[in-house]
């Protein structure tokens, strides 16, 4: 793999590119999501506009998360089909926060589905990993395992508890970006948390691209990678972790977004890291605008929960993936 | 030992064969002739019905309860069987019911006693006419017809006297709501045709939000273009807590284009009687009623 040198402003072309694609998509899904021409009154107008901006700040500080851990999952790991839903820290966050909902105050659950992320993470690692190789398909393998697992114990949370706490699990699970009442503390700390992840990234990418070659190659060109995997591996599971706390598991943006934009982009991941943070953003607003418009599409019937459409767009791209990419990829193994 | 298991096996065949048999032959209905020559042992499998059977004096026949039926107070030293989710047969075979009442959609349930030879009446109270019926259904049932009869009549007149205190004031619209579930952007609302709507009917208000039955879960923004003049968050169980009705509340200021908001006419109900439709819908009339109407109250001795 051959990279070009990245000049300062080809750099900067790419992040405003992207940044202007977000803010043309969040625009757009603000007035079509507030449906500014339907209010009456000032008042309403207001409250519907707020309704909306919390959807789009909601769905881009997600978003950006997300397709963050899985470019700097794929990327250290090493795998394509690597993500935090596949790999199973979206189950251990989810598990981390649906254990907590249930004893403590929805505050403190980030930590818990930290925690429950940068546990699953080590378990996966630790498994995966035989003299200091980390072997691909023992990786997603522990990752399946680990899912399975959780589901169990979230099943078995669910058998536990009341039959209206069940329903509101369930629901949580299917990954909800709108809410009754708005958490807009918890929306700001995913948004720190992710643009912190943004910038720690876009220092570590010349590394990234440096292991892409091949670990023993970068640590022969200086790149410490077992200190990249560390702090990769906990930036990844801290916005993981929050981003699960506040919507709930969304599978498949983590795995989709990188995927789409090594296709456009290149793997060069100085510029994927720019791209993934703000085209995740793009992709799960324009995903949270289709089921705000679904709303009155299939009436009597509630619109499907984000999670669920993401899943259903996410499902035959694996497929995709799994038949194209990664047989080369594991060819090349 | 092995042979002990296919003796174990061949009784356990056989009582299924039993059973199969017993099922073959089912109970002759008999609709009217409740108060025959076998006593009553009733099974009560919803809330609304075990308060009706105690209030038309038939307590000491119920022999069993669901986990959900905690009023009146004398029913919760009833055994209880679990819900109609999760029922523990083994214990409902062990109190030998001899008719059972729950509410519809649960065939399997309803299927499943009858093969147990307990009579089981499905009974449907979503609406106030429903709900009469079903005490109709009950006296029938029991043979106890009069009771039933007087149940009606009473809770006809507690309706009336809400009327007559309610007559002429203006009539404001209001939003019967539930807590916002977690992690949900939509909350569910009492529709058209509901008994909650009859009894804002009867409380001298108008249902907010007529455009859909039963219970539809709404978006914030339906509830803005509703626009209620007050609404009412029936907080039960765990929502009743106060650092959750505290956040109920501050979940609704911030929508300060609704009337209710910017008027402070948001109030978090935690009776657990307001959606029960049984002998105490009067009762929840008059709390809606004196919620909507605060005029009442100081009028009231």
């Known amino acids: 793999m051959t990279l070009q040198p990245l000049s300062a402003r080809r750099y900067a072309v790419t992040v405003l590119a992207w940044l202007a694609l977000w803010l043309v998509v969040a625009a757009a899904a603000l007035v079509l999501g507030a449906r500014v021409w339907v209010w009456e009154s000032g008042p309403q107008l207001n409250d519907a506009l707020r309704d909306a901006l919390y959807g789009v700040a909601t769905a881009s500080v997600v978003g950006g998360a997300l397709a963050l851990a899985g470019l700097a999952f794929q990327a250290l790991l090493r795998n394509p089909l690597a993500s935090p839903y596949i790999l199973g820290v979206s189950g251990g966050a989810s598990l981390g926060v649906i254990l907590s909902s249930l004893f403590v105050s929805v505050l403190v659950q980030p930590i818990f589905g930290f925690l429950g992320a940068l546990v699953t993470v080590g378990t996966v690692y630790a498994i995966a990993q035989r003299r200091g190789r980390l072997e691909p398909y023992t990786l997603l393998l522990s990752g399946v395992i680990l899912n399975a697992f959780y589901a169990a114990v979230i099943m078995l949370t669910m058998g536990l508890v009341r039959p209206e706490t069940r329903g509101d699990i369930a629901y949580w699970m299917m990954g909800n970006i709108g809410r009754f009442d708005l958490q807009w503390g918890l929306v700001g700390v995913v948004a720190v948390l992710a643009v912190g992840a943004a910038v720690v990234f876009a220092f570590l990418a010349k590394g990234f691209n440096l292991i892409a070659v091949g670990e023993e190659t970068a640590g022969t060109l200086g790149v410490r990678v077992e200190r990249v995997r560390h702090v990769t591996f906990v930036v990844a599971s801290l916005v993981t972790g929050a981003a699960v706390a506040l919507t709930g598991p969304i599978g498949f943006v983590g795995l989709i977004v990188p995927h789409l934009l090594r296709m456009v982009v290149g793997p060069d991941h100085r510029r994927l890291v720019p791209a993934s943070f703000f085209f995740g953003a793009t992709f799960l607003v324009l995903a949270n605008l289709a089921t705000g418009l679904l709303e009155g599409a299939v009436a009597p019937f509630p619109p499907p929960p984000v999670g669920v459409l993401t899943a259903m767009c996410g499902g035959p791209f694996f497929v995709y993936l799994l038949r194209t990419r990664w047989r080369r990829t594991a060819e090349v193994q | ?301």
């Not at chain 2, 000491?60 to 679990?82: F, I, K, Y």
């Not at chain 2, 075979?93 to 309803?110: C, D, M, N, Q, Y």
């Not at chain 2, 979503?126 to 106890?144: A, C, H, K, N, Y």
Request: glycine share 10%; proline share 7%.
């Open chain 2, 1 to 301: 030992m092995k042979a002990d298991r296919h003796i174990g096996m061949l009784a356990a065949g056989l009582a299924l064969l039993g059973l199969a048999l017993g099922c073959s032959e089912p109970e002759p209905a008999s609709p009217a002739g409740g108060g025959g020559e076998r006593p009553l042992r009733i099974l009560s499998l919803t809330p609304n019905v075990t308060e009706i059977l105690f209030a038309m004096g038939l307590g000491d026949q119920v022999v069993g309860r669901s986990t959900w039926c905690n009023e009146p107070s004398e029913a919760r030293a009833l055994p209880v069987v679990g819900d109609t989710l999760h029922m523990n047969l083994n214990q409902v075979i062990a109190l030998k019911p001899t008719l059972a009442f729950l509410i519809t959609g649960r065939e399997e349930v309803a299927r499943g006693l009858e093969a147990r030879g307990v009579r089981t009446v499905t009974l449907r109270s979503d609406t106030l006419p429903q709900m009469f019926d079903s005490i109709r259904v009950i006296g029938r049932e029991t043979g106890r017809e009069d009771a039933a009869r007087a149940l009606v009549a009473r809770i006809e007149s507690d309706l009336a006297a809400v009327r007559r205190r309610v007559a002429g004031l203006a009539r404001p619209r209001v939003l019967f709501a539930f807590p916002m579930t977690v992690g949900s952007a939509r909350i569910m609302v009492a529709g058209r045709g509901t008994f909650v709507d009859a009894l804002l009917e009867v409380a001298g208000a108008e249902n907010a939000y007529p455009d859909r039955a039963n219970w539809p879960t709404v978006s914030p923004q339906k509830v803005i273009a509703a626009a209620p003049d007050v609404i009412l968050v029936h907080a039960v169980g765990d929502e009743g807590a106060p650092d959750r009705v505290e956040a109920i509340r501050r979940a609704w200021t911030g929508w300060t284009s609704i009337p209710a908001v910017a008027g402070g006419r948001v109030h978090i109900l935690t009776e657990p009687y307001l959606t029960i439709p049984g002998p105490r819908v009067g009762l929840a009339a008059e709390r809606l009623a004196e919620t909507i109407h605060p005029e009442l109250q100081e009028r009231s001795p």
